[in-house]
């Protein structure tokens, strides 16, 4: 009788610790490997029509049975998804052409999804220089709403990347209207933020050209904030 209530305790106490305790569902953030960031990708197998098929990979994610990817030509919609439960994938790209990529970690039964950084890339085409990849506007965010400081200004700030270390410059553009930005100025490979004097009330359009010692100059796509 004894050794029967005994286990009859331990059964509920193990039931109630699974209660307390439930099993982590949530994947994992996944870990980026290749084709690296910033980069020109060079490995890439010919294909007819100017393209080449890139193999890429990443580290597996815990708590994930399913891998999406998605790879993305930038300055354009054109985006490529495919879901695979292996830890690589081979995609026909364009060469010559910036792409920026990332990998979402999927658990299947709970439907919990972690996606991992946006990387981005060149995949090498006959070109022996490359444009800078399209400046990153970071702050303020796309289609944000947001108050100005003290001073009556709201920060900017961007990221330069090339796939050959060699940026030199980005001029910024700001106006009320997409299609009528202002250059605010020319700034340093190493300078990357920029306060400008707004209106409450007033939606704001703004993007970054950026060029390097080649000569060679990209576009950032244009975003829009709201000055409250």
Avoid: H
Avoid at 160 to 173: H, I, K, M, R, T
Avoid at 187 to 201: R, Y
């Amino acid at each position: 009788m004894k050794k029967t209530v005994l286990i009859l305790c331990v059964l509920v106490l193990a039931v109630a610790c699974s209660k307390d305790n439930p099993k982590e569902t949530t994947p994992g953030a996944v870990n980026l490997v290749f084709p690296e960031n910033n980069s020109l990708c060079v490995t890439g197998i010919p294909q007819p029509s100017d393209r080449s098929e890139v193999t890429f990979t990443w580290q597996a994610s815990s708590n994930a049975d399913q891998y999406e990817i998605q790879v993305t030509l930038l300055g354009s919609a054109t985006s490529e998804r495919r879901v695979t439960a292996a830890l690589s994938t081979d995609i026909v790209l364009e060469q010559g052409a910036p792409y920026s990529w990332k990998v979402t970690a999927i658990n299947q039964s709970s439907g919990e999804e972690t996606a991992s950084p946006l990387w981005q890339f060149y995949n090498a085409g006959s070109s022996i220089s490359y444009p800078p990849f399209p400046a990153r506007l970071i702050q303020p965010e796309a289609g944000s709403s947001l108050f100005p400081d003290s001073g009556g200004e709201v920060l900017l700030k961007w990221e330069l990347a090339d796939p050959e270390n060699d940026q030199e410059s980005a001029e910024v553009f700001l106006g009320i209207a997409s299609d009528a930005l202002v250059a605010l100025g020319t700034f340093g490979p190493e300078e990357d933020t920029l306060s400008v004097a707004v209106s409450s009330g007033q939606v704001y359009f703004w993007q970054v050209r950026t060029r390097d010692k080649q000569g060679n100059t990209s576009l950032s796509r244009i975003d829009s904030f709201r000055v409250l």
